[in-house]
Protein backbone atom coordinates (compact mmCIF):
# COMPACT_ATOMS: atom_id res chain seq x y z
CA UNK A 1 0.00 0.00 0.00
CA UNK A 2 1.31 3.26 -1.07
CA UNK A 3 1.68 6.03 1.72
CA UNK A 4 -1.24 7.84 -0.46
CA UNK A 5 -3.81 5.03 0.41
CA UNK A 6 -3.15 5.44 4.28
CA UNK A 7 -5.18 7.26 6.44
CA UNK A 8 -2.51 9.17 8.50
CA UNK A 9 -3.00 11.23 12.24
CA UNK A 10 -0.16 13.39 13.78
CA UNK A 11 -1.28 12.63 17.39
CA UNK A 12 0.31 14.99 20.43
CA UNK A 13 1.82 12.35 22.85
CA UNK A 14 3.95 15.62 24.95
CA UNK A 15 4.36 18.56 25.93
CA UNK A 16 7.70 19.92 26.96
CA UNK A 17 7.72 23.00 29.48
CA UNK A 18 10.60 24.51 30.92
CA UNK A 19 12.20 27.21 28.32
CA UNK A 20 11.24 30.97 29.36
CA UNK A 21 11.75 32.30 25.97
CA UNK A 22 11.11 30.95 22.32
CA UNK A 23 12.32 27.02 21.31
CA UNK A 24 14.75 27.50 18.37
CA UNK A 25 15.68 24.04 17.78
CA UNK A 26 15.38 20.43 19.23
CA UNK A 27 17.96 17.33 18.02
CA UNK A 28 17.33 13.97 19.15
CA UNK A 29 19.97 12.18 20.42
CA UNK A 30 21.59 9.47 17.99
CA UNK A 31 21.58 5.91 18.93
CA UNK A 32 18.55 6.83 21.91
CA UNK A 33 14.92 5.60 21.62
CA UNK A 34 15.73 1.90 20.21
CA UNK A 35 16.90 -0.99 22.13
CA UNK A 36 15.66 -0.16 25.63
CA UNK A 37 17.55 2.64 25.82
CA UNK A 38 15.57 6.01 26.36
CA UNK A 39 14.83 8.50 23.89
CA UNK A 40 17.18 11.58 24.47
CA UNK A 41 15.96 15.09 23.00
CA UNK A 42 17.79 18.53 23.17
CA UNK A 43 16.45 21.71 22.97
CA UNK A 44 17.64 25.74 22.47
CA UNK A 45 16.31 28.84 23.25
CA UNK A 46 16.33 32.25 23.45
CA UNK A 47 16.52 31.90 27.45
CA UNK A 48 20.34 31.19 26.83
CA UNK A 49 20.13 27.74 27.91
CA UNK A 50 19.73 24.18 26.42
CA UNK A 51 17.50 21.51 28.08
CA UNK A 52 18.56 17.59 27.47
CA UNK A 53 15.11 15.65 27.71
CA UNK A 54 15.04 12.09 28.91
CA UNK A 55 12.37 9.83 27.78
CA UNK A 56 10.95 7.76 30.90
CA UNK A 57 10.73 4.06 29.52
CA UNK A 58 8.08 3.09 32.46
CA UNK A 59 5.73 6.01 31.40
CA UNK A 60 6.38 7.17 28.34
CA UNK A 61 6.76 11.04 29.46
CA UNK A 62 9.69 13.31 28.52
CA UNK A 63 11.44 14.99 31.52
CA UNK A 64 14.00 17.66 31.73
CA UNK A 65 17.29 15.58 33.18
CA UNK A 66 19.59 18.96 32.38
CA UNK A 67 19.98 22.88 32.18
CA UNK A 68 22.96 23.80 30.48
CA UNK A 69 22.87 27.67 31.20
CA UNK A 70 26.36 28.96 32.10
CA UNK A 71 28.25 29.14 29.07
CA UNK A 72 26.27 31.13 26.32
CA UNK A 73 25.41 34.61 27.16
CA UNK A 74 22.52 35.17 24.47
CA UNK A 75 20.72 33.52 22.35
CA UNK A 76 21.31 29.45 21.58
CA UNK A 77 20.14 29.25 18.15
CA UNK A 78 21.44 25.86 16.72
CA UNK A 79 21.93 22.70 18.58
CA UNK A 80 22.90 19.26 17.03
CA UNK A 81 24.36 15.67 18.38
CA UNK A 82 27.00 14.37 16.88
CA UNK A 83 26.40 11.77 15.15
CA UNK A 84 28.64 8.96 17.33
CA UNK A 85 26.15 10.74 20.22
CA UNK A 86 29.09 11.29 21.98
CA UNK A 87 29.27 15.17 21.47
CA UNK A 88 26.61 17.79 21.81
CA UNK A 89 27.49 21.04 19.41
CA UNK A 90 25.56 24.29 20.30
CA UNK A 91 25.32 27.72 18.04
CA UNK A 92 24.78 31.17 19.91
CA UNK A 93 24.17 34.92 19.33
CA UNK A 94 26.92 35.74 21.35
CA UNK A 95 29.41 34.55 18.20
CA UNK A 96 30.31 31.22 20.14
CA UNK A 97 29.89 27.18 18.89
CA UNK A 98 29.89 24.96 22.44
CA UNK A 99 31.31 21.38 22.73
CA UNK A 100 29.62 19.13 25.32
CA UNK A 101 29.97 15.64 26.48
CA UNK A 102 27.79 13.99 29.40
CA UNK A 103 29.56 13.60 32.66
CA UNK A 104 27.29 10.79 34.62
CA UNK A 105 24.20 13.00 34.74
CA UNK A 106 25.57 16.01 33.90
CA UNK A 107 26.97 17.62 30.60
CA UNK A 108 30.47 19.86 30.51
CA UNK A 109 31.32 22.24 28.00
CA UNK A 110 34.63 20.62 26.88
CA UNK A 111 35.16 23.49 24.14
CA UNK A 112 34.18 26.73 23.48
CA UNK A 113 35.19 28.00 19.28
CA UNK A 114 35.59 31.61 18.24
CA UNK A 115 36.09 33.12 14.55
CA UNK A 116 32.51 34.74 13.93
CA UNK A 117 32.34 38.17 14.09
CA UNK A 118 28.64 37.92 15.69
CA UNK A 119 25.47 35.51 15.73
CA UNK A 120 26.03 31.91 14.62
CA UNK A 121 23.33 30.82 13.25
CA UNK A 122 23.75 26.91 12.94
CA UNK A 123 26.14 24.23 13.64
CA UNK A 124 26.23 20.51 11.77
CA UNK A 125 28.65 17.77 11.89
CA UNK A 126 30.21 15.54 8.91
CA UNK A 127 28.97 12.01 9.33
CA UNK A 128 32.22 10.70 10.61
CA UNK A 129 31.70 13.37 13.80
CA UNK A 130 34.74 14.41 12.85
CA UNK A 131 34.30 17.83 11.29
CA UNK A 132 31.86 20.81 12.51
CA UNK A 133 30.52 23.54 9.89
CA UNK A 134 29.07 26.63 11.62
CA UNK A 135 27.31 29.71 9.54
CA UNK A 136 26.12 32.93 10.73
CA UNK A 137 25.29 37.00 10.39
CA UNK A 138 28.48 37.48 8.84
CA UNK A 139 27.78 35.82 5.41
CA UNK A 140 30.42 33.12 6.35
CA UNK A 141 30.28 29.26 6.69
CA UNK A 142 33.15 28.25 8.94
CA UNK A 143 34.38 24.11 8.39
CA UNK A 144 36.29 22.99 12.08
CA UNK A 145 38.36 19.90 12.49
CA UNK A 146 37.86 18.53 16.27
CA UNK A 147 41.19 17.24 17.06
CA UNK A 148 42.11 14.87 20.05
CA UNK A 149 41.95 16.22 23.16
CA UNK A 150 38.79 18.40 21.95
CA UNK A 151 40.96 20.94 20.32
CA UNK A 152 39.28 22.17 17.41
CA UNK A 153 41.54 23.16 14.31
CA UNK A 154 39.53 25.90 11.94
CA UNK A 155 40.06 24.61 8.13
CA UNK A 156 38.62 27.37 5.83
CA UNK A 157 35.96 29.74 6.13
CA UNK A 158 34.25 29.94 3.18
CA UNK A 159 32.80 33.21 1.50
CA UNK A 160 30.49 33.60 -1.52
CA UNK A 161 27.17 34.09 0.48
CA UNK A 162 25.89 37.91 0.34
CA UNK A 163 23.78 38.19 3.44
CA UNK A 164 22.93 36.10 6.44
CA UNK A 165 23.54 32.34 6.22
CA UNK A 166 20.68 30.51 7.75
CA UNK A 167 21.37 26.98 8.25
CA UNK A 168 24.30 24.41 7.22
CA UNK A 169 24.43 21.03 6.87
CA UNK A 170 26.72 17.97 5.66
CA UNK A 171 25.67 15.92 2.78
CA UNK A 172 24.43 12.52 4.81
CA UNK A 173 27.11 10.00 3.54
CA UNK A 174 30.01 12.57 1.73
CA UNK A 175 31.89 15.66 3.24
CA UNK A 176 30.19 17.94 1.29
CA UNK A 177 28.18 21.23 2.76
CA UNK A 178 25.69 22.52 1.96
CA UNK A 179 24.58 26.50 3.34
CA UNK A 180 21.15 28.26 2.61
CA UNK A 181 20.83 32.08 3.13
CA UNK A 182 19.23 35.35 3.71
CA UNK A 183 20.55 36.02 -0.43
CA UNK A 184 17.71 33.58 -1.27
CA UNK A 185 20.20 31.19 -2.44
CA UNK A 186 21.87 27.51 -1.55
CA UNK A 187 25.82 26.67 -2.10
CA UNK A 188 27.19 23.55 -2.17
CA UNK A 189 31.19 23.36 -1.11
CA UNK A 190 33.50 20.81 -1.39
CA UNK A 191 36.98 19.59 -0.99
CA UNK A 192 39.23 20.08 -3.72
CA UNK A 193 42.00 17.70 -2.27
CA UNK A 194 44.32 20.23 -1.68
CA UNK A 195 42.55 21.32 1.43
CA UNK A 196 40.72 24.46 0.08
CA UNK A 197 37.11 24.44 -0.05
CA UNK A 198 35.38 26.29 -3.12
CA UNK A 199 31.68 26.57 -3.98
CA UNK A 200 31.20 24.33 -6.74
CA UNK A 201 27.53 24.74 -7.77
CA UNK A 202 24.59 27.93 -6.20
CA UNK A 203 21.25 27.18 -6.54
CA UNK A 204 18.79 30.21 -7.06
CA UNK A 205 16.45 31.95 -8.82
CA UNK A 206 18.14 31.47 -12.07
CA UNK A 207 17.89 27.78 -11.74
CA UNK A 208 14.59 27.28 -10.41
CA UNK A 209 14.76 28.36 -7.19
CA UNK A 210 13.59 30.47 -3.91
CA UNK A 211 13.30 33.95 -4.47
CA UNK A 212 13.40 34.71 -1.15
CA UNK A 213 15.17 33.92 2.16
CA UNK A 214 16.02 30.10 2.27
CA UNK A 215 15.61 28.90 5.94
CA UNK A 216 16.04 25.38 6.41
CA UNK A 217 16.88 22.39 4.38
CA UNK A 218 17.16 18.44 4.60
CA UNK A 219 18.18 15.17 2.74
CA UNK A 220 16.21 11.70 2.01
CA UNK A 221 18.03 8.76 3.01
CA UNK A 222 20.05 7.99 0.45
CA UNK A 223 20.90 11.74 -0.06
CA UNK A 224 20.07 11.86 -3.29
CA UNK A 225 17.28 14.43 -2.89
CA UNK A 226 17.54 17.25 -0.79
CA UNK A 227 13.99 19.19 0.33
CA UNK A 228 14.51 23.19 0.96
CA UNK A 229 11.58 25.42 2.40
CA UNK A 230 11.88 29.31 2.07
CA UNK A 231 10.36 32.40 2.97
CA UNK A 232 8.67 32.48 -0.49
CA UNK A 233 6.36 30.08 1.34
CA UNK A 234 7.55 27.01 -1.09
CA UNK A 235 9.50 24.04 -0.03
CA UNK A 236 11.38 22.89 -3.39
CA UNK A 237 12.88 18.90 -3.82
CA UNK A 238 16.06 18.55 -5.98
CA UNK A 239 18.02 15.64 -7.33
CA UNK A 240 21.63 14.98 -7.41
CA UNK A 241 22.72 11.73 -10.13
CA UNK A 242 26.19 10.42 -9.48
CA UNK A 243 26.29 12.00 -6.35
CA UNK A 244 29.81 10.37 -5.63
CA UNK A 245 31.44 12.73 -8.18
CA UNK A 246 31.45 15.60 -5.91
CA UNK A 247 34.33 14.87 -4.08
CA UNK A 248 36.44 14.02 -7.07
CA UNK A 249 37.58 17.91 -7.40
CA UNK A 250 36.14 18.26 -10.82
CA UNK A 251 33.81 20.73 -9.88
CA UNK A 252 31.03 18.61 -10.67
CA UNK A 253 27.59 20.15 -9.60
CA UNK A 254 24.82 17.77 -10.13
CA UNK A 255 21.92 19.25 -8.18
CA UNK A 256 18.62 19.83 -10.15
CA UNK A 257 14.66 21.20 -9.31
CA UNK A 258 12.07 18.95 -9.61
CA UNK A 259 9.32 19.85 -7.87
CA UNK A 260 8.01 22.64 -6.02
CA UNK A 261 5.44 22.43 -3.32
CA UNK A 262 3.32 25.78 -2.94
CA UNK A 263 0.25 26.87 -2.07
CA UNK A 264 0.08 24.64 1.98
CA UNK A 265 1.78 27.47 4.49
CA UNK A 266 0.91 31.47 4.24
CA UNK A 267 3.37 32.43 6.34
CA UNK A 268 7.37 31.82 5.99
CA UNK A 269 8.50 28.25 6.09
CA UNK A 270 11.28 27.75 8.87
CA UNK A 271 11.83 24.37 8.88
CA UNK A 272 11.83 20.87 6.95
CA UNK A 273 12.67 17.82 8.03
CA UNK A 274 13.04 14.18 5.66
CA UNK A 275 12.07 11.14 7.62
CA UNK A 276 14.57 8.37 6.63
CA UNK A 277 12.12 5.76 7.84
CA UNK A 278 8.88 6.34 5.53
CA UNK A 279 10.43 9.09 3.13
CA UNK A 280 7.66 11.74 4.41
CA UNK A 281 8.67 15.50 4.83
CA UNK A 282 7.56 17.58 7.77
CA UNK A 283 7.15 21.42 7.65
CA UNK A 284 7.06 23.96 10.29
CA UNK A 285 5.99 27.19 9.48
CA UNK A 286 5.04 30.96 10.60
CA UNK A 287 1.89 30.10 10.82
CA UNK A 288 1.81 27.59 13.33
CA UNK A 289 1.27 24.83 11.18
CA UNK A 290 2.56 21.35 10.43
CA UNK A 291 2.34 19.66 7.03
CA UNK A 292 3.66 16.35 5.80
CA UNK A 293 4.54 15.46 2.62
CA UNK A 294 5.55 12.65 0.72
CA UNK A 295 6.51 11.19 -3.10
CA UNK A 296 3.66 9.78 -5.85
CA UNK A 297 4.69 6.77 -8.10
CA UNK A 298 7.13 4.75 -7.19
CA UNK A 299 10.80 5.56 -6.06
CA UNK A 300 13.07 2.85 -7.30
CA UNK A 301 11.30 3.69 -11.08
CA UNK A 302 12.84 6.91 -10.21
CA UNK A 303 16.21 5.80 -9.28
CA UNK A 304 16.42 3.85 -12.48
CA UNK A 305 15.18 7.10 -14.45
CA UNK A 306 17.64 8.86 -12.56
CA UNK A 307 20.93 6.02 -13.11
CA UNK A 308 19.79 6.80 -17.22
CA UNK A 309 19.94 10.54 -17.32
CA UNK A 310 23.27 10.35 -14.98
CA UNK A 311 25.26 12.99 -16.99
CA UNK A 312 22.91 13.62 -19.58
CA UNK A 313 21.92 17.72 -19.28
CA UNK A 314 18.09 16.85 -19.72
CA UNK A 315 15.26 18.17 -17.74
CA UNK A 316 13.69 15.15 -15.73
CA UNK A 317 10.44 15.10 -14.83
CA UNK A 318 10.76 13.19 -11.36
CA UNK A 319 8.38 12.61 -8.91
CA UNK A 320 5.67 14.36 -7.73
CA UNK A 321 5.10 15.02 -3.79
CA UNK A 322 1.07 15.11 -2.33
CA UNK A 323 0.27 16.61 0.88
CA UNK A 324 -0.57 13.62 3.55
CA UNK A 325 -1.67 15.89 6.68
CA UNK A 326 -2.21 18.98 7.82
CA UNK A 327 -1.50 20.22 11.42
CA UNK A 328 -2.80 23.41 12.22
CA UNK A 329 -2.44 25.06 15.46
CA UNK A 330 0.18 22.88 16.14
CA UNK A 331 1.32 25.43 18.08
CA UNK A 332 0.16 28.64 19.76
CA UNK A 333 3.16 30.95 17.58
CA UNK A 334 5.29 30.11 15.03
CA UNK A 335 6.95 26.40 14.13
CA UNK A 336 10.34 27.25 13.95
CA UNK A 337 11.65 23.70 13.97
CA UNK A 338 10.29 20.14 13.20
CA UNK A 339 12.58 17.02 13.72
CA UNK A 340 11.77 13.58 13.38
CA UNK A 341 13.11 11.03 16.10
CA UNK A 342 15.37 8.17 14.41
CA UNK A 343 18.59 6.18 15.23
CA UNK A 344 21.02 6.16 13.08
CA UNK A 345 21.89 2.88 13.55
CA UNK A 346 18.78 0.21 12.33
CA UNK A 347 17.86 -2.21 15.28
CA UNK A 348 16.20 -5.36 15.20
CA UNK A 349 13.83 -3.53 17.83
CA UNK A 350 13.28 -0.87 15.32
CA UNK A 351 10.43 1.48 17.24
CA UNK A 352 6.87 1.50 15.90
CA UNK A 353 6.19 4.69 17.18
CA UNK A 354 7.62 7.10 14.29
CA UNK A 355 7.75 10.29 16.57
CA UNK A 356 8.42 13.81 15.55
CA UNK A 357 9.34 17.39 17.67
CA UNK A 358 8.40 20.45 17.20
CA UNK A 359 9.47 23.55 18.67
CA UNK A 360 8.06 27.08 19.07
CA UNK A 361 7.69 30.92 19.53
CA UNK A 362 5.26 30.14 22.41
CA UNK A 363 8.25 28.62 24.25
CA UNK A 364 7.20 24.69 23.93
CA UNK A 365 8.69 21.61 22.51
CA UNK A 366 5.58 18.91 21.48
CA UNK A 367 6.18 15.52 20.63
CA UNK A 368 3.92 14.04 18.10
CA UNK A 369 3.44 10.39 17.00
CA UNK A 370 2.76 9.71 13.11
CA UNK A 371 0.16 6.97 12.91
CA UNK A 372 -1.73 4.89 10.26
CA UNK A 373 -4.64 2.90 10.38
CA UNK A 374 -2.63 0.70 7.81
CA UNK A 375 0.26 0.85 9.70
CA UNK A 376 3.94 2.53 9.01
CA UNK A 377 6.48 0.06 7.46
CA UNK A 378 9.30 -0.69 7.33
CA UNK A 379 12.08 2.03 7.94
CA UNK A 380 14.42 2.89 4.38
CA UNK A 381 17.51 2.00 4.61
Known amino acids: ?82 PSGKMLATASFDATTALWEQDGDDYQCIST ?38 ECECLGVLTGHTQDVKMVQFHPNLDVIFSCSYDNSIKVWTDDHD ?15 HTSTVWALSFNATGDK ?41 RTIFSVNWSRRDGIIASGAADD ?15 DKEEEEEGEDVLYDGPKYHLLLKKDKAHD ?6 QWQLPEVFHPSF ?22 EAGLGEPTQ
Open 333 to 338: MDVNCV
Open 289 to 303: AIRLFAADGDEDEDK
Open 195 to 209: DDWMCVQTLDETNNG
Open 1 to 82: MSLAEKNFDLRELHKLEGHTDRVWCVSWKPGTGVGGVPAVLASCSGDKTVRIWEQNLATGSFECKAVLDETHTRTVRSCAWS
Open 113 to 150: IEGHENEVKSVAWNASSTLLATCGRDKTVWLWEIMPGN
Open 226 to 266: MVTCSDDLTLKIWRAPGLERMQCGDGYAPWRHICTLSGYHD
Open 351 to 372: PEKMLLASASDDGTIKIWELTS
